[in-house]
T-cell receptor, first 114, second 116 residues
Framework: SQQGEEDPQALSIQEGENATMNCSYKTSINNLQWYRQNSGRGLVHLILIRSNEREKHSGRLRVTLDTSKKSSSLLITASRAADTASYFCATDALGIQGAQKLVFGQGTRLTINP | DTEVTQTPKHLVMGMTNKKSLKCEQHMGHRAMYWYKQKAKKPPELMFVYSYEKLSINESVPSRFSPECPNSSLLNLHLHALQPEDSALYLC????FGVGYTNEKLFFGSGTQLSVL
């Protein structure tokens, strides 16, 4: 399976601190994406980093990708209570019929304490 | 309009019932997806329609039957479900069809299904 492994499974920090989540995957990829999910809701796309990119920024988000280590990290700076959510990395993989599909990692549950 | 709309938001059904989940998008996206998500687990892909044709079926039991009437609509027909099928069912869409790389998914808010 291409499914990513995320670390840590849960993270609790104080508002204003930075939060770092890590994702490891098993085989070569075209891209790696990060999504956020608020409790019981749909997922929201945060950022996509291509396999030939090493770092990408979007507002308070910073994503790095190390294809040699097959790993990625998501950094959220100056965290806010509204950042409380589950965060999933996702990588592309071949489905049963040979078509590309997006496979999600186990996720990190982030709690920001006021 | 950048939304994927799913109805109903909540559904309770018995094991002998027949029900349908509906999903709609008006972004002109050509691929639509059904994912199943159990509590505290990642979403798992069930089906993908690309240009209104079923492109991926991840060996889903036949009690789940997808349908794509047109490029904006996606249904999931449910029949004779089991209690273990209780989950959040998420619909998603992407701009291009299956086979394109670097596609991001737009998700609906999901249908929380309980099978009694």
């Amino acid at each position: 399976s291409q499914q990513g492994e995320e670390d840590p499974q849960a993270l609790s920090i104080q508002e204003g601190e930075n939060a770092t989540m890590n994702c490891s995957y098993k085989t070569s990829i075209n891209n790696l994406q990060w999504y956020r999910q608020n409790s019981g809701r749909g997922l929201v796309h945060l950022i996509l980093i291509r396999s030939n990119e090493r770092e990408k920024h979007s507002g308070r988000l910073r994503v790095t990708l190390d294809t040699s280590k097959k790993s990625s990290s998501l950094l959220i700076t100056a965290s806010r209570a509204a950042d409380t959510a589950s965060y999933f990395c996702a990588t592309d993989a071949l489905g049963i019929q040979g078509a590309q599909k997006l496979v999600f990692g186990q996720g990190t549950r982030l709690t920001i304490n006021p | 309009d950048t939304e994927v709309t799913q109805t109903p938001k909540h559904l309770v059904m018995g094991m002998t019932n027949k029900k349908s989940l509906k999903c709609e998008q008006h972004m002109g996206h050509r691929a639509m997806y059904w994912y199943k998500q159990k509590a505290k687990k990642p979403p798992e892909l069930m089906f993908v329609y690309s240009y209104e044709k079923l492109s991926i079926n991840e060996s889903v039991p036949s009690r789940f039957s997808p349908e794509c009437p047109n490029s904006s609509l996606l249904n999931l027909h449910l029949h004779a479900l089991q209690p273990e099928d209780s989950a959040l069912y998420l619909c998603a869409s992407s701009q291009f069809g299956v086979g394109y790389t670097n596609e991001k998914l737009f998700f609906g808010s999901g249908t929380q299904l309980s099978v009694l």
